[in-house]
């Protein structure tokens, strides 16, 4: 019997656009094929947080309207990928007893290490775990054990990645979302769902690191072995390029924006071009050295400083297939260059791995954090244990905050509400188990 297509709906909360993509799913195939994209500036939105609530609806609904268009049909749900400045990836460990003697490893084993290594976290009151993603497992002191079902031992150990948000950040982008008529059924941090859009399977297996440089925020992501070890936001972007340029050449914000698109860091064209700028109906003339020398100083600040920070605990021959960017700044000619000699690393500029499902001009390196959503939705759906998510009914509600307490660590309160959300929680990760196995 013929079923219609599944329609997946991304939606990409930037600070300096809103981005949507629509894809479908034929029932026969696992693979979503991208049908639209939508585009709005973005509007009450600093650095990937939501500061004008009826700003950033005005620009939610523009965006979907404008897929709509594409595709010639309403959405009326979509999964959300949010940055924000304090999101923190916590590293945890677990270890359970199989008994004295060998045996094999049961779902109820894997829930076991995964409760085990829940409980090295604490979590702070006003922070919910957005997303639980299982790294790797030992059995007996062997690593880099990718599935430790139906394996034969007397100890199983494992390592977890938890992303770690705020609470209010949640609900606010949430409440945006639905405010502008659209049912969240997810959510994606940016730095992993641009990741998903841009690298490819070799080289996550690899060792690879994901850079999208958005308008507020960078979004980080280190991969080994397949699996993210590391997600992270450094809040610096292009805006702050485009700020400095406003401030060190006496310009409106709007000049900058467009200066800081001329501006190129290959040495030879920096020495031989000037910028010619209409300020206030006067036209003012800038050396293009000026401008790449104030946007070379912002960026040795961001790899230098900030990323090569998020870098200190791991090796860099962890990383062999390098780095790779994304995002609006990746198209500043040179920046690869740049970059490799910065941090000592190859680099590539990223464009989504769909590129030629999407339309001209909507399928460039600014496009992958949007890509990268549908993948996220898809591999959650194959693999439900790979990305373990707070139910969005919690985040909603506000429940998460309960329910991201599951480690037991933190104070306890009279009434069933904290007992509810733990087991909820706890129910559905067993759930995701079951599901996979």
Known sequence: MYKEPEILVGLDLGTSKISVVIAERDSRFQEAQIIGVGYAPSQGIRKGLIINLEQAVRSVRQAIKDAENMVGFEIDEATVSF???EVASVTSRGMISLGRTPRQVSISDVERVIEAAQSELSIPPNRVTLHTIPVKYSIDGNSGIDDPLGMTGIRLEMELQSVIVPTTVVQNIINCVESAGIEVNGL??????????????EETRAGVISLCIGGGTTGVALYTDGRPVKLSIIPIGGDHITNDLAYVMKIPISKAEEVKKMVSLNPEEIEQQDLDVDVRGRMKTFSIGEAAEVVNCRLEELFGEH???????FSLHMFPAGIVLSGGVAKTPGIDVFVSETLNLPVRIAE?????QMPPGRN???YTTVAGVVRYMTSRERNPYRYIETPI???RSGAAQVASSITGKLPRKSG?????????????LKKSVKELF
Do not use: N, W
């Open 83 to 85: 940055s924000g400045m």
């Open 393 to 395: 009914s919690e985040l």
């Open 188 to 201: 994606v941090i940016k730095s992993l769902a641009s990741a998903l859009g841009s690298l490819t399977d």
């Open 416 to 428: 069933g509400d904290r007992t509810e959300g733990i087991r909820g929680f706890m129910d559905y």
């Open 364 to 366: 460039d390196c600014e």
């Open 307 to 313: 990323v090569r920070h998020q870098l200190a605990e």
């Open 352 to 356: 989504p791995l769909d590129v030629y």
